[in-house]
Nanobody, 114 residues
Framework: QVQVVESGGGLVQPGGSLRLSCAASGRLFGIYAMGWYRQAPGKQRELVARITSGGRRTYADSVKGRFTISRDNAKNTVYLQMNSLKPEDTADYYC????????WGQGTQVTVSS
């Protein structure tokens, strides 16, 4: 059994920052990549950022230059530093772990509002 636990969401004003964390534990065989996705009300889930075990990063165009993904392979943990947040970043953020199969966390809510 694998557990994926996110933390760090909350309410922040436009222009502010938040840092999300995601830790995977349990029967893992060798995580290839970890990533963050988000889903706003009425919209489809979309990729925000992804990082492979080798450190290759992928970002959505809408967050490039504002968000930074990083990873601690030894701890099976991934982080998402979100700066210059905008109201359109408001969504539920989900961590995805690519092992032999994919695993999802339960999600953490991010609200950007004044």
């Amino acid at each position: 059994q694998v557990q994926v636990v996110e933390s760090g969401g909350g309410l922040v004003q436009p222009g502010g920052s938040l840092r999300l964390s995601c830790a995977a534990s349990g029967r893992l065989f060798g995580i290839y990549a970890m990533g963050w996705y988000r889903q706003a009300p009425g919209k489809q889930r979309e990729l925000v950022a992804r990082i492979t075990s080798g450190g290759r990063r992928t970002y959505a165009d809408s967050v490039k230059g504002r968000f930074t993904i990083s990873r601690d392979n030894a701890k099976n943990t991934v982080y998402l530093q979100m700066n210059s947040l905008k109201p359109e970043d408001t969504a539920d953020y989900y961590c995805n772990v690519e092992d032999r199969i994919g695993y999802w966390g339960q999600g953490t809510q991010v609200t950007v509002s004044s």
